[in-house]
């Protein structure tokens, strides 16, 4: 049975709020298990117009589960999307509040700021490059507000794909003739590697998770705003990260962005 709006409403009332206060809640198909993918993208709308409402500026979208090892681990086969907020960006090397966060996980990827608004169906990996103004290294913190990270489809998207900060480095480079598939990636916390990897763990090359973006936003009559930070999707596995950690993040031929946990 499809829920009503007013439940839905109520169920992005519930992750707004756990956000707020920075407090973790059980997966919403506990009390919900009719909530299906679709609806639950229809919460993560609710949200965002929640957040709107309180004056958060949209900055940009995200892709999530773009890996083929964590669609495998999640039982899934496909990615998922999400939005970024203004309040979600956080300034090169800036400082991150560890205790507005439950959880925090850092990811490596690569971002996309959209020169030209992008529209499906059918979206090309060539169509996304050609509408790059510029490539930039990104760093991605995740904080379910699920108990230890458990969640299922509906209820992560729902919780807009763990969506909390990211950080992108502040020198533009542009996606001419680049070579995304096997662009290189390092990020260290606290000055030792943790994770490698290269472009091609995201769908093969992170440019078709945009063009993957674009389609998914035209199945629910919406677009990609020219002028939108894309976050492509974890290049790497996710790091548990808190207080005193120093994470940075360098991509071949990007250069580098980095965040400090407080
Ligand atoms: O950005 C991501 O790939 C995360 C998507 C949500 C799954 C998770 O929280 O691990
Ligand atoms: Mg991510």
Same mark, same amino acid.
């Given at each position: 049975?499809?829920?009503?709006? $007013?439940?839905?409403?109520?169920?992005?009332?519930?992750?707004?709020?756990?956000?707020?206060?920075?407090?973790?809640?059980?997966? @919403?198909?506990?009390? #919900?298990? *009719?909530?299906?993918?679709?609806?639950?993208?229809? =919460?993560?709308?609710?949200?965002?117009?929640?957040?709107? /409402?309180?004056? @958060?500026?949209?900055?940009?979208?995200?892709?999530?589960?773009?890996?083929?090892?964590?669609?495998?681990?999640?039982?899934?086969?496909?990615?998922?999307?999400?939005?970024?907020?203004?309040?979600?960006?956080?300034?090169?090397?800036? +400082?991150?509040?560890?205790? +507005?966060?439950?959880?925090?996980?850092?990811? /490596?990827?690569?971002?996309?700021?959209?020169?030209?608004?992008? #529209?499906?169906?059918?979206?090309?990996?060539?169509? =996304?490059?050609?509408?790059?103004?510029?490539?930039?290294?990104?760093?991605?913190?995740?904080?379910?507000?699920?108990?230890?990270?458990?969640?299922?489809?509906?209820?992560?998207?729902? *919780?807009?794909?763990?969506? %909390?900060?990211?950080?992108?480095?502040?020198? %533009?480079?542009?996606? *001419?003739?680049? $070579?995304?598939?096997?662009?290189?990636?390092?990020?260290?916390? &606290?000055?030792?590697?943790?994770?490698?990897?290269?472009?091609?763990?995201?769908?093969? &090359?992170? /440019?078709? /998770?945009?063009?993957?973006? @674009?389609?998914?936003?035209?199945?629910?009559? #919406?677009?990609?705003?020219?002028?939108?930070?894309?976050?492509?999707?974890?290049?790497?596995?996710? =790091?548990?990260?808190?207080?005193?950690?120093?994470? #940075?993040?360098?991509? *071949?031929?990007?250069?580098?962005?980095?965040?400090?946990?407080?």
């Amino acid at each position: 049975m499809s829920l009503s709006n $007013d439940t839905i409403e109520s169920i992005a009332a519930l992750l707004h709020d756990a956000e707020r206060d920075v407090r973790d809640v059980v997966k @919403v198909t506990d009390a #919900q298990p *009719d909530l299906t993918t679709e609806r639950a993208y229809d =919460v993560q709308d609710a949200l965002r117009a929640r957040k709107l /409402a309180r004056g @958060v500026r949209l900055v940009g979208m995200k892709m999530g589960l773009t890996s083929y090892a964590k669609m495998a681990q999640m039982g899934v086969d496909t990615p998922i999307y999400g939005f970024l907020g203004s309040d979600n960006a956080v300034d090169d090397g800036a +400082a991150v509040e560890t205790s +507005a966060l439950i959880h925090p996980k850092v990811e /490596a990827e690569i971002a996309f700021v959209m020169r030209d608004a992008l #529209q499906g169906p059918d979206c090309s990996v060539e169509q =996304v490059l050609a509408a790059t103004e510029c490539l930039l290294p990104a760093i991605e913190v995740i904080d379910s507000r699920y108990e230890n990270f458990r969640f299922d489809l509906p209820s992560v998207i729902a *919780d807009n794909t763990s969506a %909390a900060r990211y950080v992108i480095g502040s020198k %533009a480079a542009s996606a *001419d003739g680049r $070579d995304l598939e096997s662009i290189g990636v390092v990020l260290e916390k &606290n000055g030792q590697v943790v994770e490698v990897g290269a472009g091609a763990a995201v769908l093969g &090359n992170p /440019a078709r /998770a945009v063009a993957m973006l @674009v389609d998914m936003l035209h199945a629910r009559g #919406q677009s990609l705003a020219a002028g939108s930070v894309v976050l492509s999707g974890a290049i790497t596995a996710a =790091v548990a990260v808190e207080a005193g950690d120093d994470v #940075q993040v360098r991509i *071949d031929g990007l250069g580098s962005t980095g965040l400090r946990f407080v």
